[in-house]
C-alpha cells in the first residue's frame, strides 16, 4: 500500500483492504466452534467480574496450495505466550490462547517433547515384588539355577529429586482446569488466526475494558491471495500440456515458471528464487497481509487494552518501529524485541516514552543486547530466568491505570 497517501485515505484504502480480505479468504471450519466455547467463557468471567486476557502465541503459516503440502512458517515456538499466560492466570487473569496448533502451551511448555522431554522425569515402580527361587530339576547345572522376580502392581513414578517442582506447576495446571481459567484455541494458517481474532474480539466486547489483548504471536506480513492460490501441490518437473489441459484449476503451473521466463518479469517483482526441478525455479508472489491492528483498536475492541510485540533483528530499528507501531495504530502500548536477546531483554514503549527492562542474570552477556547498543539502561531489573515474570506485572499495572481512568471518565460523564 502506497505510505504517502494522505491519513484520511490511507484509512480508507485500509479499511477496503481489510474487508475485501474478509469477504475473499476462506472463513475456517473451527470458528463456529471457537467463537462458542469463548462465548460461554467469557460469559462466565464476566459474571464472575474476573478480568479477561486473550494472549497470541506461536507463528502463523502462509499456504502456498489450497490442498497445503508447502508452506511459509517462521520460528516462533510459542514460548513468550505459552509463558506470559500462566504469568496471567497468576495475576488472577482468565486466559484465552490463541495458539499455533502444536506450540508451547502453558503449563505443559515446562515438559515439552523438546527441552524437557516427560518421559524423562518418570520411573516404574511396583507394589510389590516377590522373589521366586528357581529349582533346576536333577541332574542340570546349579550354575543354571536363579531367582525370578515377580513384580506386581505397576506404577509410573517421579523420582524425589524432580517431584516438588513438577508438584507447583501440576498445582498450577489443575487449579486453572478446575476453574475454568485457561481456554485453548488454536490456529494454523493466517487466515485462520485473523478471522479467529476477529471473532473473539467480538465476543470479549461485554468485557468492556476489563478485556486485554496480548498479542506475541509472529504473524506473516505477506500471503498468497486466493486468487492466485493453486489447487493441488506445486510440481517442480514439467507436466505435459495435455495433462494440465484435463484439470480443472488452470493455475496449476503458474508459480513453477522457467529461468527464460523469470528473466522476462519485471526486476521489481518480488520474487523469491529456490531450486526446482531441471530448469525451473519456484517463484512466490506474495501480497501484503492488510494492517488489522487497527480495526481490533478501533471496531473489534474498543475498550480494551491492547498490547502488541514488535521483533526485529537490527537493533538500530527497534524503537523506531515500536513507536512507528504507536503512532500508526493507537493502542496503548508496544513490547519491543530482538530476536537474539528477546528471552532477557524488552523495550516497553508507550505515548510516554520507552523502558527497559531486562534479567539480571544475563548482565555478563549484555554486550549484544539492545540496550547496550542503544546506549539505555534498563529502567526494571529483576531476578529469576524468565522475563515474562517482570513484563506481566508491567502489563496488569497499566491495565488496572486504564481501568481505573476510564472509571473516572464514566463518573465524570
Ligand atoms: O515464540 P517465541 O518465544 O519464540 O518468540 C516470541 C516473539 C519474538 C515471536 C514475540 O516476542 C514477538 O515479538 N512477537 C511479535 C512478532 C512481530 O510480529 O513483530
Not at 476462506?26 to 464476566?46: E, G, N, R, T
Request: aromatic share 8%.
Amino acid at each position: 500500500m502506497p505510505e504517502s497517501l494522505p491519513p484520511h485515505l490511507q484509512s480508507t484504502v485500509n479499511e477496503l483492504s481489510e474487508s475485501h480480505y474478509f469477504e475473499t479468504n476462506p472463513c475456517p471450519p473451527s470458528l463456529k466452534a471457537h467463537a462458542a466455547a469463548a462465548s460461554a467463557f467469557i460469559s462466565q468471567h464476566v459474571s464472575q467480574n474476573r478480568r479477561v486476557v486473550l494472549v497470541s502465541s506461536g507463528g502463523t503459516t502462509v499456504p502456498l496450495e489450497n490442498q497445503t503440502v508447502r508452506f511459509i512458517d517462521n520460528f516462533s515456538a510459542g514460548t513468550r505466550g505459552a509463558t506470559s499466560a500462566e504469568y496471567f492466570l497468576e495475576a488472577g487473569y482468565a486466559v484465552i490462547f490463541l495458539h499455533r496448533q502444536f506450540s508451547l502451551l502453558p503449563y505443559s511448555r515446562h515438559y515439552s517433547h523438546s527441552t524437557n522431554c516427560f518421559l524423562d522425569f518418570l520411573e516404574e515402580a511396583y507394589t510389590t515384588t516377590t522373589t521366586i527361587p528357581t529349582i533346576s530339576p536333577p541332574g542340570s547345572n546349579r550354575a543354571a539355577d536363579r531367582e525370578e522376580v515377580e513384580k506386581e502392581n505397576p506404577r509410573i513414578q517421579v523420582p524425589q529429586q524432580y517431584l516438588t517442582p513438577m508438584l507447583t506447576v501440576l498445582r498450577k495446571y489443575r487449579r486453572a482446569k478446575a476453574h475454568n481459567l485457561l481456554l485453548l484455541l488454536p490456529f494454523t494458517t493466517i487466515t485462520s488466526y485473523l478471522f479467529t481474532l476477529r471473532e473473539i474480539a467480538m465476543c470479549m466486547r461485554p468485557l468492556g475494558d476489563m478485556a486485554m489483548f496480548y498479542l506475541a504471536a509472529a504473524v506473516s506480513d505477506f500471503f498468497v491471495p486466493p486468487s492466485r492460490m493453486v489447487e493441488h501441490k506445486i510440481q517442480s518437473g514439467e507436466i505435459p500440456q495435455s495433462v494440465l489441459d484435463g484439470r480443472k484449476d488452470g493455475k496449476a503451473a503458474k508459480l513453477v515458471v522457467k529461468d527464460e521466463e523469470r528473466e522476462q518479469r519485471s526486476e521489481k517483482e518480488p520474487v523469491k528464487v529456490a531450486p526446482g526441478g531441471a530448469g525451473q525455479k519456484l517463484v512466490v508472489d506474495l501480497d501484503p497481509v492488510p494492517k488489522f491492528l487497527k480495526k481490533l483498536v478501533e471496531a473489534w475492541a474498543p475498550d480494551a487494552m491492547i498490547i502488541s510485540f514488535k521483533l526485529e533483528t537490527d537493533p538500530s530499528l527497534l524503537l523506531h518501529k515500536c513507536r512507528q507501531s504507536l503512532d500508526r495504530y493507537s493502542h496503548h502500548l508496544v513490547i519491543g524485541n530482538l530476536l537474539s536477546t528477546r528471552k532477557y531483554e524488552v523495550v516497553f514503549v508507550d505515548r510516554q516514552g520507552e523502558q527497559w527492562i531486562r534479567l539480571h542474570r544475563y548482565d555478563d552477556e549484555t554486550d549484544g543486547s539492545s540496550a547496550a547498543v542503544t546506549g539505555q539502561q534498563p529502567i526494571v531489573e529483576g531476578e529469576g530466568d524468565e522475563i515474562e515474570s517482570i513484563i506481566i506485572p508491567q502489563c496488569v499495572r497499566r491495565h488496572e491505570e486504564l481501568m481505573m481512568r476510564k472509571s473516572v471518565e464514566r463518573v465524570e460523564r
